[in-house]
């Protein structure tokens, strides 16, 4: 059956490659087709682009001759008026002159009137010659390109589908002859299998009779030697001390650490949001500085002015259990006797929060009943209304869960240890529902403030304290979102460490327990550590190796250290007399620049004679020109210009004291001019720093989206990756599956000879018998 439906398979593959085949054949005379239809295609835009060549080249001609018969007109009209003004001097002598002039010009208007039309109707026929020329190139080459595009896929397909085919024939001829061989080498591994078996078998039962043998010695001496189990009993059992897990109380310790730190954030929160709550009753609605609030609102403030001796204990409870968890004690919920004085404080703010809320809400609608109150105010205050009362609802349901986890350090049978996880799961719900409890009346406060400050009776002591108050709910929302997502990402934890205890039990039973094996560990540490002895200090021997190599090394390289000592000492003293010597020098040029100032200074303060005389040198040939253009410029006092580094100073003649005010206001127009330069300067780099910051915007933008395209690129990478092992695992199944068959072909195989051979046999026997029975008769 199995070889038959083998060349079934076969006969299909043949079928379907010879189908292929004549498809190939049919593929291959289309491309062919194809290729020639793309020849004379290319052989008809040749074609075209030599007639578009010949059109242009008529057109440039064309052109020409239009520019030629231009000018053609623009010198007969120029002739033309050359002759009228000659024609209004004379003219009766000049009628006839005129009227030839008036013929050649109509004979010359009518020529040009025909060459503009036909260069008109020839540029018409150009264009369209043009036109109709490049929508047939386009085209055709848009066929051509979908022709090659075409031929290119099918011959692609052609030659992927006769690959695809060999390769599948090739892999089948490959599996049936690995088959075969895998068929035979079962065969063999069955036959040993079965020996194997055997043996297996026989060692099982020598085993099995050596252990029963065991079990009734061992059985039989505990019974007889063993007076006392102390781990048969849960009671006992909880006595004994559990192994000491230092990380696991590190671990306890850092989160209660974390624990204290956000109680602590959440505390200073609270305190701030009743203090700044009772400021804001003594300011609004009525402001006591002014008149009397009502007795309800002195009542509230009464009560939220001890408001610390509530809050407080909070923060110094969970101080008290972050100091009762240590490196040497075992924390689990049997041994954290500090969780229950949390508890306690918890349940007396609880109570004070039960105490102020009807206050609030009566304090509230006192807001709502005042004249200025607007309807969005009124509903701002019933929306905080219910937050406050679902606030207080919050708290007692982590006051109980809380309780619920105190129980088991203070009564055994308070609550099971089936329920820790649920009550733990509950206790990270609960603070979830503080969270949005908390945002809910952030969000409404605000609103709330907002409409407040644009009242036109609001004062500026109203707007801070509704800022410190608003300030207040943002910190408490924050802790309370922290403490959440804290409690959430430990709670798995929590819940793992809850089995930490006795092993072969199911934990501490009683609180009592717990106290008499955190005393038993405490002796059991003192005594291990009475028994531990301090060793001597001694250098390890690869530190002392490892010393002694550079102790060697540093005594080989003693002289050449010496000589870099002796070669930097050469230099430096080098050095310091260069230092020297510049330190002269400088002192020298201070010197000289201070003689020069003094020189400068001097000559400033100098008469004007001589200053002309000196500066005369620098301006003698300005005084020549001006006296050689006029000489009576002599008797007038001539300035002479100086640059200095200081700008241009002007002098004048011996004659004449400098002036002092022109002097001043040259040099302020040289610095307002060299202002000018360096605010130009400014305003440059101001526009270069401008495009340099574009041009890194335009990077960065770039770098982001190269960036994107990488991540992209990964993710198809991760995507191939995952197909190759899809096709990877698809290939071991068909391997398998392959395999499998081949089992069962030889198994099949195995059962047929199996068939065979008794069908032989019995025939044998039929033949023996009819043999009996034929001698049977003829000795008859």
């Not at 933008?701 to 096709?727: D, G, H, T």
Request: overall charge neutral; aromatic content about 6%.
């Amino acid at each position: 059956m199995a070889s038959a439906e083998l060349q079934g398979k076969y006969q299909k593959l043949a079928q379907e490659y010879s189908k292929l085949r004549a498809q190939n054949q049919v593929l291959k005379k289309g491309v062919v087709d194809e290729q020639a239809n793309s020849a004379a295609l290319k052989e008809q835009l040749k074609m075209k682009d030599q007639s578009l060549r010949k059109l242009q080249q008529e057109m440039d001609s064309l052109t020409f001759r239009n520019l030629q018969l231009a000018k053609r007109v623009e010198l007969l009209q120029d002739e033309l008026a050359l002759s009228e003004p000659r024609g209004k001097k004379n003219k009766k002598s000049g009628e006839s002159s005129s009227q030839l002039s008036q013929e050649q010009k109509s004979v010359f208007d009518e020529d040009l009137q025909k060459k503009i039309e036909e260069n008109e109707r020839l540029h018409i026929q150009f264009f369209e010659a043009d036109e109709q020329h490049k929508h047939v190139e386009a085209e055709l080459r848009s066929r051509l390109a979908t022709l090659e595009m075409e031929a290119a896929q099918h011959q692609a397909v052609v030659d992927g589908l006769t690959r695809k085919y060999m390769e599948t024939i090739e892999k089948l001829q490959n599996d049936k002859a690995k088959l075969e061989v895998k068929s035979q080498t079962l065969e063999k591994e069955a036959k040993e299998c079965r020996l194997r078996t055997e043996e297996c078998q026989l060692q099982l039962k020598n085993l099995h009779e050596d252990l029963s043998s065991r079990l009734e010695e061992s059985l039989s001496i505990i019974n007889e030697k063993v007076p006392f189990n102390d781990t048969k009993y849960s009671q006992y059992n909880a006595l004994n001390v559990p192994v000491h897990n230092r990380r696991h109380q590190l671990k306890m310790r850092d989160i209660a650490g974390q624990a204290l730190a956000f109680v602590q954030d959440l505390v200073k929160g609270l305190l701030n949001f009743h203090t700044y709550t009772e400021q804001r009753i003594q300011i609004f609605p009525v402001d006591s500085a002014i008149d009397t609030i009502s007795p309800l609102n002195q009542k509230f403030s009464q009560y939220l002015h001890e408001n610390a001796s509530y809050v407080r204990p909070l923060e110094e409870g969970m101080l008290h259990l972050f100091e009762s968890i240590t490196e040497d004690t075992v924390t689990v919920l049997e041994t954290t006797v500090k969780l229950k004085t949390f508890s306690e404080h918890l349940t007396s703010y609880i109570c004070f929060l039960r105490k102020i809320l009807p206050y609030q809400l009566k304090s509230l609608e006192e807001e709502c009943e005042a004249s200025l109150c607007t309807s969005a105010l009124r509903a701002r205050n019933l929306e905080l209304s219910q937050d406050m009362k679902k606030m207080t609802a919050v708290f007692e349901k982590l006051q109980t869960y809380i309780g619920l986890l105190a129980l088991p350090s203070t009564e055994p049978d308070g609550l099971l240890r089936t329920n820790y996880s649920s009550v733990l799961t509950n206790v990270g719900a609960a603070l979830h529902g503080f969270h949005d409890v908390m945002k809910d009346i952030s969000k409404h406060y605000s609103q709330k403030a907002t409409i407040e400050h644009e009242l036109p009776t609001a004062t500026q002591k109203l707007i801070t304290t509704n800022d410190c108050i608003l300030s207040s709910v943002v910190a408490l929302t924050n802790g309370a979102g922290k403490i959440a997502s804290f409690f959430s990402n430990n709670v798995d934890y929590f819940i793992a460490s809850l089995s930490y205890g006795p092993k072969t039990a199911s934990g501490f039973i009683s609180p009592l327990s717990a106290e008499c094996m955190l005393q038993y560990k405490k002796k059991a540490a003192a005594y291990m550590k009475a028994l531990r002895k301090p060793l001597l200090e001694s250098v390890p021997y690869e530190e002392a190796l490892a010393n002694r190599r550079v102790l060697l090394s540093s005594t080989e390289s003693r002289e050449g250290l010496a000589q870099q000592v002796q070669q930097s000492l050469e230099k430096i003293s080098k050095l310091e007399q260069e230092k020297e010597h510049w330190m002269l020098e400088a002192q020298l040029a201070k010197i000289k620049l201070e003689k020069e100032n003094q020189r400068t200074a001097d000559k400033l303060k100098s008469t004007s004679s001589g200053q002309a005389v000196g500066v005369a040198q620098e301006g003698a040939a300005v005084v020549t020109a001006a006296g050689q253009e006029d000489a009576s410029a002599k008797a007038v006092p001539v300035p002479v210009h100086s640059t200095s580094l200081i700008g241009i100073l002007t002098w004048t003649s011996d004659s004449e004291a400098p002036d002092v005010e022109s002097r001043e206001d040259l040099i302020r127009n040289h610095y307002m001019a060299r202002i000018v330069e360096l605010t130009s300067q400014l305003q440059l780099a101001d526009s270069k720093s401008v495009h340099f910051y574009a041009e890194c915007r335009a990077l960065s933008k770039r770098l982001a989206l190269a960036e994107k395209s990488k991540e992209a690129l990964a993710e198809e990478m991760k995507v191939a990756s995952q197909n190759n092992s899809r096709l990877q695992d698809e290939l071991t199944t068909t391997k398998r599956s392959y395999e499998d068959q081949l089992s069962m072909m030889s198994d099949h195989l195995c059962s047929m000879n199996e068939t065979l051979s008794k069908q032989r046999e019995e025939i044998d026997t039929l033949k023996m018998s009819s043999k009996g029975n034929s001698k049977k008769n003829k000795s008859r």
